[in-house]
């Protein structure tokens, strides 16, 4: 296999709004450098690019295709992309590796939203921009209409390289401004041409145009504009120079007139590519960070490997195909390569140029190029491999977030785990996909970036990994709240097992500490105990006993941080209780003849059972209500409590009495300080 420089390989992503004609243009170039015998049609599924079932079956691109071929001594690598915003991640990766951006447009069409997407995500990532602008052998197509659209949505600077000369059915001549001639296609799909002088008004109008494409390449370098007010213009070889520095400032955008379907106008496109296009010479430089998280450069020059990998994909009968740019050194079979990002060694087996499903084997790749590898064991999309002697991250893409979402339902029992690891690998493919079970609707939930997306991720679930699923509709994750005020009383119960009461103590205590607001724990007390509640609207967090919420309000049965209440069907739905606080307003303890005769009627013994604020009735009365810093009343804190773990409040230090069990004793001991051993 040659091997090619960096300076001599043409690295872009052919993008552009859904059915511009992205998919034939690239098989276009295909048939004009011979890699084809023919060009594939998309109607019959034919294509180089879309070889997936699903794309035949939708007749649209679902993924990004790599090609590669050679023009002019040039390699040239294609990413063909879609054109739909459902699979916007593919174009995003690809337009991370490419050098620069070739967007197809269609003359009858014009600008579409996925157009100026493309144009965006392209400025943002700082490569060129060519404008094809596509089927010109439809009916009704005007040049001048469209051209002065494309000018008003991507600015004056906009410039026509080849111009149409026979629009319509039967296209097959363009007027070349560069050399100033009108070129003839062959009809039959070749790609092949002549050239003849440009008479009459083409003379007139190509001579214009050239003045005007020299003035614009000499205001890309100050060398240039001063031989070109010196001389008053430039000779050929000075433009012909210059064209590549003005394409790399964008000092203007090339467009070209093409049919791709008729493979009219795709081969002088073509060697303007191999002739001024971006090469990763141009930006021979990119910016990572290193093993510390400082800021460093990658040069092509370094002799140590950085790959970056922006696409993965499983393929049926040959594994799972990972898609890598190599931006410094080299890659060769058998070696190793540390993933900065998995932090995990990574062995580089057979290594692969594409030509869609087309394979074809080579022992290595040099610095520049792009290729595909199979069986990483944990290499995903917007990972980097290196070298282990120089540890870098190159930055990964931006994808969007889903913005439509739907239920996953399984129709057979026990394909739960096939599913999971089938959603992970497919999140894993493409970034834009996520999922997630959602506890409180019972639900898988995936989430993508529109529906189609949706039905070809669910596509893909099924026949790759043989489950039984669709697509429903998500439920809604309602919220209840009380809208008036109301008193409950929590009825007396009994208390022989008090090392649940005191679990319960505890609880509250952790609940407190996690940052849930204080709560009001179960006190150990006598043998019955009563407690009284307050439910209040409004805004703020729930405030009581944890899980001894009151049963009975209005609006339904409060349970823990739930509404329970019954529908229509004579079902219970669960939904998350919000804006509404419930407070304990008087707890009143009925302690009995031993707990009362233990008990100090001076409030001096420390370990009399008498809590903070209890009065000498035996109700507990808060001290006030609202003290003004969200938690709707402070409560008495325990001064042993360990710092940073919260502050145990109410408790201060009850009796350890002979009924309680040993081993709640020694859980409640760490909690309280100087409390006596029974």
Not at 29 to 37: P, Q
Not at 653 to 669: A, D, M, S, V, Y
Request: charged residues 25%.
């Amino acid at each position: 296999m040659k091997e090619y420089k960096p300076g001599d390989i043409r690295n872009f992503a052919i993008v552009g709004h859904a059915s511009s004609g992205k998919t034939m243009l690239s098989e276009a170039m295909l048939e004009a450098a011979g890699v084809i015998n023919r060009m594939g049609s998309i109607a019959a599924g034919s294509t180089v690019s879309d070889y997936h079932d699903n794309e035949q079956h939708r007749q649209i691109s679902v993924s990004a295709s790599l090609m590669h071929l050679e023009w002019l001594g040039k390699k040239f690598n294609i990413l063909d992309c879609p054109g739909y915003a459902d699979f916007i991640s593919e174009g995003l990766g690809a337009l991370r590796v490419g050098d620069f951006a070739l967007i197809a447009i269609h003359a009858n069409h014009g600008v579409g939203v996925g157009t100026d997407a493309v144009w965006k995500y392209a400025t943002e990532d700082g490569i060129p921009k060519m404008i094809v602008l596509n089927a010109f052998d439809k009916e009704e197509t005007d040049f001048e209409k469209t051209l002065a659209q494309i000018r008003e949505h991507f600015g004056e600077r906009v410039f026509p390289m080849t111009i149409p000369v026979n629009p319509g059915p039967g296209f097959n001549q363009v007027l070349d401004v560069p050399r100033n001639e009108i070129i003839t296609y062959a009809t039959d799909k070749s790609g092949k041409f002549t050239a003849a002088k440009a008479t009459g008004e083409w003379a007139e109008r190509v001579e214009d145009l050239h003045k005007q494409l020299i003035e614009l390449i000499a205001e890309s370098d100050d060398a240039l504009m001063e031989k070109f007010f010196d001389k008053g213009g430039l000779s050929e070889e000075e433009w012909r120079a210059g064209i590549h520095t003005a394409i790399q400032k964008q000092v203007f955008t090339p467009l070209f007139v093409t049919s791709a379907e008729n493979n009219i106008g795709v081969a002088r496109l073509m060697d303007i590519i191999a002739k001024y296009g971006s090469s990763p010479v141009d930006r021979a430089k990119v910016k990572g960070v290193d093993g510390d998280g400082n800021p460093i450069e990658v040069s092509l020059d370094d002799p140590d490997p950085v790959l970056y990998i922006f696409k993965t994909m499983s393929e049926a009968q040959f594994g799972e195909l990972s898609f890598f740019r190599i931006y410094a050194g080299a890659v060769k079979f058998g070696s190793e390569l540390y993933n900065t990002d998995r932090r995990s060694t990574e062995k580089i087996g057979q290594i692969y140029l594409l030509n869609g499903k087309t394979r074809t084997s080579v022992p290595s790749l040099s610095a520049g190029d792009i290729g595909a590898v199979v069986k990483l064991k944990d290499t995903h999309t917007g990972n980097t491999l290196c070298s282990p002697r120089r540890l870098v991250s190159l930055p990964k893409v931006d994808y969007p977030k889903p913005n439509i979402h739907a239920s996953l339902r399984s129709a057979v029992k026990g394909e739960e785990d096939k599913i999971a690891s089938g959603l992970a690998a497919l999140h894993h493919e493409d970034p834009t996909f996520l999922y997630m079970v959602d506890s409180e609707l019972r639900q898988t939930i995936v989430s993508a970036q529109g529906e189609l997306h949706l039905e070809v991720i669910a596509e893909r679930l099924r026949k790759r990994y043989n489950v039984h699923v669709d697509l429903i509709e998500p439920r809604v994750r309602y919220r209840e709240t009380i809208k008036t005020k109301g008193d409950s009383k929590y009825p007396p119960q009994k208390t022989d097992r008090r090392c649940r009461t005191i679990r319960r103590s505890l609880d509250a205590h952790r609940t407190q500490a996690a940052g849930y607001g204080p709560g009001v724990p179960s006190v150990p007390c006598g043998p019955k105990c009563g407690s009284r509640l307050r439910a209040v609207s409004g805004k703020g967090r729930h405030e009581g006993l944890r899980g001894r919420y009151p049963r009975r309000l209005p609006g339904g049965r409060c349970e823990g941080r739930f509404l329970r209440r019954q529908d229509a069907s004579g079902g219970f739905q669960r939904y998350r209780l919000s804006d509404c606080r419930i407070l304990c307003l008087q707890r009143i303890f009925h302690g009995g003849a031993a707990n009362a005769a233990r008990a100090d009627p001076h409030g001096g013994n420390p370990h009399s059972g008498r809590l903070h604020g209890q009065s000498d009735g035996g109700s507990f009365q808060p001290a006030r209500e609202d003290p003004g810093d969200g938690h709707g009343w402070r409560l008495p804190t325990h001064q042993g409590a360990r710092a940073g773990k919260g502050t145990l409040p109410l408790l201060e230090h009850p009796p350890l009495t002979h009924w309680w069990p040993r081993r709640t004793r020694r859980r409640i001991q760490p909690l309280r300080r100087n409390a006596p051993r029974s």
